[in-house]
């Protein structure tokens, strides 16, 4: 089995270039990782992902320990031999929905067998324990749960356990979660240590709030632990961009220049081409196959010219006797088969195809931009 | 161009066996005809179906006249362009909705700017004008404007317009609607040989309602008529299996044996497999695309064994953990790739991929059925 590599091929002002080898293939860095949440990469095969080519994609263990269940993704060998994805995956850890379903005011709830229940049953220093909207059944996460549910899911770069903090959360509270991120990292690595025969990276997350102090405190601990690569959790939960950038600019100096830094949640093209300068080198973010979804798409000239408008609706009726193709700039499965006025029509008809054409291709965009960043990098 | 050519390459008590030369590629017949009414089949990419692979579809001039609309159409380069599906295709003439819009009572409505308004706003013995529920423009159907319209579309085989009756019309009112569709056949033809080009051929087809010397009547008519093909419409618009078989019956004797014969509509598995006796080539019916959509799912084994109940429901829970493929008798890219569980998942979740997945299965089983009973004409 491959070792979990990072490579650092070229480091300027502009950003980094490297290469992330890893057991299912190599990712080029800087890399955009596509959300397949729950195991599907939004509509697409494999073999429709193969052919963009996407590198790397994000799972997610919460979601996949409701559905399908740890039991049924163990039963089926882990997440690449259950969606047939055969590129690296990166996984998330739960943390996420720490702040996702609890939000400060707990106000949160789900439906369940007729009855409103909080989505988090409790939550202390040790464990989250979670409800699932679909039975009921409570499902606890801790340091060593989130790593064994990772391990099954066989992703390529486990993420550790972590808290991530509500945006506007005062010193208190950000201190006091941050810590708890700092032990459970500490568990998550003697657990991931115990049984790691597959080489998968652990990366620790920095947590910290929008606290300058604790985003440093938080990045020099991380940096100090023994973990294959850093995560920056917590930037993209209600704050402006503004102030996404200044936390980032808060841990830019303590990254490890020898590990690969990853960007939790963000990956909208002004932030990742702002963004890379700090030495990021993998940036997850549902924008492109969600918007596609509803038929947003990415126009590859105004997201070279990182315009600030870089995309426009298929639907309006502008496009509906337009036969030109999506983007003249792109090659894409879509862009090479298709015109605008075929693609608006299946949107208003709610036509499956016009889904997945419209993800095909603006994941395609996002490839390429990486691939000018990339080159631009030398 | 290469010509329309049907050839019958065996005839037995259990069938015929043929092949349909068209411009867009040749047809082994009996053969299943799946239904791509808007111009795109149902969740598949072009290359997806190239790779069931689908034979030949079914378009609907009535729908695309809708949207993207006729002029869009004729901008894009006909369907096969538009659509980039590059197999045969076959259109229907409109005249399926003057049953399915207009109904013997009437009372069928669309809600068009506000108002209810009935989808059709005129039938006489010249034409039939139906209203957009989509922005309320009326769109007239008549033998020229059909014509005018598949001429458009492009497809390889056009039907004639016809008046598809509803079940259990009275013997007068069937008689006049038989009668106005043999005079526009008549129309058609003719206005079919005035420019015809791309050798597209034009289909007859055979009316009459439930009435058995109407439907010999007309199956006699057509049967003289300057076509390059027969097809029996109206037979399953409401009635009993075994009273759409009696239509069939009644009609049987007058198919000639020279032509093609298309079922309109009818095409459930235990109708092909019991009506291929009567000489019948090709089916088009939505069942296996629809089906698929709602995760009920096709069995090889129990579609070959011509089983009563050859589907199961893949989102039943039973299957939730099953790791075996959906069915260990196919070999495609669904059955190839993925266990039942993790199609379940997808289904459960709502996730498009599983739409597409099942739809991939179903198509390839009723490809694998239709190949099965060509070589069982020996």
Request: proline share 4%.
């Amino acid at each position: 089995m491959k070792k979990f590599v990072f490579e650092v091929l070229l480091k300027s002002k502009k950003g980094r270039r490297g290469k992330i080898t890893t057991a299912h293939g190599t990712i080029e860095t800087p890399a955009f990782v596509p959300v397949a949440t729950k195991g599907t990469l939004k509509g697409l095969t494999p073999q429709q992902a193969a052919e963009i080519p996407i590198q790397l994609s994000f799972v997610n263990s919460y979601h996949l320990a409701l559905s399908p269940g740890m039991a049924t993704v163990e039963k089926l060998g882990g997440v690449h031999a259950m969606s047939g994805l055969t590129y690296p995956l990166m996984c998330d850890s739960g943390g996420f929905q720490i702040f996702s379903l609890g939000r400060a005011d707990s106000k949160q709830k789900a439906r369940v067998r007729g009855e409103e229940e909080p989505f988090i049953v409790k939550k202390t220093d040790e464990e989250v324990i979670f409800r699932s909207p679909y039975n009921g059944e409570t499902i606890t996460f801790n340091p060593k749960t989130s790593i064994a549910f990772q391990r099954i899911i066989g992703a390529d770069i486990f993420m550790a356990f972590d808290e991530c903090i509500y945006a506007y959360a005062p010193h208190k509270y950000a201190h006091e979660a941050t810590k708890r991120t700092h032990r459970w990292l500490t568990q998550c690595i003697s657990e991931h240590k115990k049984d790691n025969p597959r080489n998968q990276a652990l990366y620790g997350v920095i947590q910290g709030g929008m606290h300058e102090d604790l985003r440093i405190a938080s990045a020099q601990f991380v940096a100090e632990q023994n973990v294959q690569g850093v995560a920056i959790g917590g930037v993209s939960v209600g704050e402006t961009k503004k102030e996404m950038r200044e936390q980032i600019g808060y841990v830019a100096p303590y990254l490890p220049s020898d590990k690969p830094v990853h960007l939790l949640g963000v990956g909208q093209i002004d932030d990742i081409v702002d963004l890379v300068q700090w030495g990021i080198d993998t940036f997850d973010c549902v924008e492109p196959t969600r918007l596609a979804r509803t038929g947003v798409l990415y126009s590859t000239q105004a997201v070279f010219k990182r315009s600030d408008s870089y995309t426009f609706d298929i639907v309006k009726n502008k496009y509906a006797a337009d036969t030109s193709t999506v983007d003249k700039l792109c090659s894409c499965y879509t862009c090479s088969h298709f015109s605008k006025a075929y693609i608006h029509h299946l949107f208003k008809q709610r036509e499956l195809l016009g889904y997945t054409l419209a993800t095909i291709h603006n994941l395609s965009v996002m490839e390429a931009l990486m691939k000018k960043i990339r080159s631009e990098l030398q």
